[in-house]
DNA sequence: ACCTGAACACCGTTCAAGT
DNA sequence: ACCTGAACACCGTTCAAGT
């Protein structure tokens, strides 16, 4: 916290890019990626809202910032101790990805909204992607079952952080879904309400990652 | 296009919700998602702002209905005729999704960002979880194979029309990231690099799509 | 070099008042 | 019943001017 990386003379710099982008994570952590906007990291930074603009060209380069931030650390979550075989090994990349986005409100919101090209993002993408060429898989296979891990862990999260806090005021989504679905007549999906309301995510992410990894030890033989 | 749908009588309303919803899909079509605003809609429908208020309580309403007008037809689209196993059933649905959702600019953005339970969005989610349960799967299988289809489909199309467009005056997607992996020392990511800056992303889709409908047949047994 | 002050061009939303 | 007009409380972004 003390300024041990302020090298300038003179009157430190209110406003320090690293600073600012763990005082933006801190108010989305408090207010939620809506109440977040540039006048209120300002405010919170003790500065007005242009002087921002030095230091990040646009909001989306701001929230790109965030994103990266966000996985700083991921790449190296399991040190370099590498035990397991490739299918743990992405199995506990994708497990902390995940931990990555759930540690911040819509983390993954605002992960989805960017695209990071970050040392911390393309150091967990290198490592995936190397876990799977080290297994025998192709280059195009690797890259593409890099997608496939990251889309669905993007989304698996961005349903459970959407369906842990609805919009003040509505009934949470669950209760929303049963009443939809046994209004009309959807044979279907009322069998499985149980499951499709249920607010243990981790169980349904488990069962999606299981699935890819599962398809990609056929895909090798 | 012509009123047979206005049995008022007297001065036909100007405002109908099913006709400001397709003038809306209209003008993201055109403009995409950040131009679409309450106000150039109402001006669209030859209106003022506030108006629209009458039939959606809020922006994100009217996004809601987008998003369910966009799956018009797709429980449908391949007709009752179930031709086909059930691997290949699941594989149409998730197709038929992806090109909805394509279909429209900014589609996928606009899906994700809402929660819609209308009776596009409930027949189609109980078509795909009723092939599943058909071909011989448990019911907390079926639905937890529905997130995963549907997570990977939203994933991969987000991630398709945001390559596709990139910020006017920014580089495209592809070349960004080639520049960031070339920089770094990622040797995985700059093997892999031809496939992560491909273009052409339906084998990506389909990968994805082949991995978990195989994970989907090895978990039958 | 870094920040302030003030403006520009918008937003979503509300609501009395008109017709 | 349905829409207008006008306002409220904000936005992201820019940029001369100060220090």
Redesign the pocket.
């Known amino acids: 916290m003390s300024s041990t990386s302020t090298p300038?003379r003179g009157r430190p710099?209110?406003?320090d890019p690293v600073r600012t982008v763990e005082t933006a994570l801190d108010l989305l952590d408090q207010s939620g990626l809506e109440?977040?906007?540039?006048?209120?990291l300002?405010d919170a930074m003790?500065?007005?809202?242009?002087?921002?603009?030095?230091?990040?060209?646009?909001?989306?380069d701001?929230l790109t910032a965030m994103a990266e931030r966000m996985l700083a650390g991921l790449a190296e979550s399991d040190g370099e101790a590498t035990d397991g075989d490739w299918c743990e090994q992405l199995a506990a990349l994708a497990h902390a990805m995940r931990a990555a986005l759930l540690a911040h409100r819509d983390g993954a919101r605002v992960f989805a909204g960017t695209h990071s090209t970050g040392a911390n993002t393309l150091r967990f993408a290198d490592r995936l992607v190397g876990v799977l060429r080290d297994a025998g898989f192709t280059d195009e296979e690797a890259a593409r079952a890099l997608f496939a891990v990251v889309n669905l862990t993007v989304g698996h999260t961005l349903e459970e952080q959407a369906a842990r806090q609805p919009e003040s005021g509505a009934p949470a989504a669950p209760e929303v879904l049963r009443a939809a679905v046994t209004a009309g007549s959807y044979p279907h999906l009322s069998a499985t309400l149980p499951t499709l309301t249920s607010t243990d995510f981790t169980p349904h992410f488990e069962f999606g990652l299981g699935l890819v990894t599962e398809g990609l030890r056929v895909r090798r033989g």
Chains 1, 2 share one sequence.
Do not use: D, H, P
């Open positions: 300038a710099a209110r406003l109440a977040l906007t540039m006048r209120r300002a003790g500065v007005q809202a242009g002087a921002l603009y030095r230091y990040f060209a646009t909001k989306q701001l």
